[in-house]
């Protein structure tokens, strides 16, 4: 079975202030992994995905993250905080398992970015 | 194009009541999924289905929690005898393909049960 940990359920920043939040997870085999953020009273938004290709991924709104099997880590960054980030996200895991790969998501608990002024 | 739409988007019921959550995913799309985000939680998987098959229920939490999927398109949850523990967003989600293909999430049944 696999799992996900973030760490951090309220991350606050300034506006233009790095964003970093965090994810580990755990897998017995090669995981896919997912972040996804969720605005109020919407439903998830994709941001980005790793499955196996460049370690390094970047996704939408400019945030990006990297894949470090090493730590067991997949942490969300993005160098420039806006406004409009502030949202919940989720760091999500799934393995290559037939035809459910990709959508029998298991989700962290969420963190909760707040952007200041 | 349409996103994933479900219905209603709040509904309050009484402990004890049935209810019926409806989905309707993205046209063309083979696979959905449903999942329950309890407050301050993250989504939890419920069940999928590739077209009317339901190939994975082993999120249901009891035998209370039913969905279908009759003709491969509009799916419903159906929740029998509601008890306050079954409070929580109900999520849709489809996909284009059986697999490597990316989750279209709806907004989500806000149920609240009393």
């Known amino acids: 079975a696999q799992s996900v940990t973030q760490l951090g359920s309220h991350v606050s920043v300034s506006e233009g202030a790095l964003v970093l939040l965090r994810c580990n997870y755990s897998s017995s085999v090669p995981p896919y992994l997912f972040w996804y953020v969720q605005y109020p009273n919407q439903g998830l938004q994709l941001l980005l995905k790793?499955?196996?290709?460049?370690?390094l991924v970047k996704g939408i709104n400019g945030f990006e993250a990297e894949f470090k099997k090493s730590e067991t880590s997949f942490h969300l960054t993005k160098p420039s905080a806006h406004m409009s980030d502030a949202a919940e996200y989720f760091c999500?895991?799934?393995?290559?398992?037939?035809?459910?790969?990709?959508?029998?998501?298991?989700f962290g608990q969420g963190t909760i970015l707040t952007v200041h002024p | 194009g349409a996103g994933v739409s479900q219905s209603p988007r709040y509904k309050v019921a009484k402990r004890g009541q049935d209810v019926a959550l409806r989905c309707d995913p993205i046209s063309g799309h083979v696979s959905l999924f449903w999942y329950q985000q309890a407050l301050g939680q993250g989504p939890e998987f419920l069940t999928y289905f590739q077209n009317e098959a339901q190939l994975d229920k082993s999120g249901l939490p009891s035998d209370r929690f039913f969905a279908e999927r009759p003709e491969g398109s509009v799916s419903t949850l159906k929740i029998q005898r509601t008890q306050q523990e079954d409070s929580a967003v109900y999520l849709c989600?489809?996909?284009?393909?059986?697999?490597?293909?990316?989750?279209?999430f709806g907004n989500g049944t806000r149920l609240t049960v009393t």
């Open positions: 790793y499955t196996s290709a460049a370690t």
């Open positions: 989600a489809s996909s284009l393909r059986e697999s490597n293909s990316p989750l279209h």
């Open positions: 999500a895991v799934t393995i290559n398992a037939g035809g459910t790969s990709y959508g029998k998501l298991t």
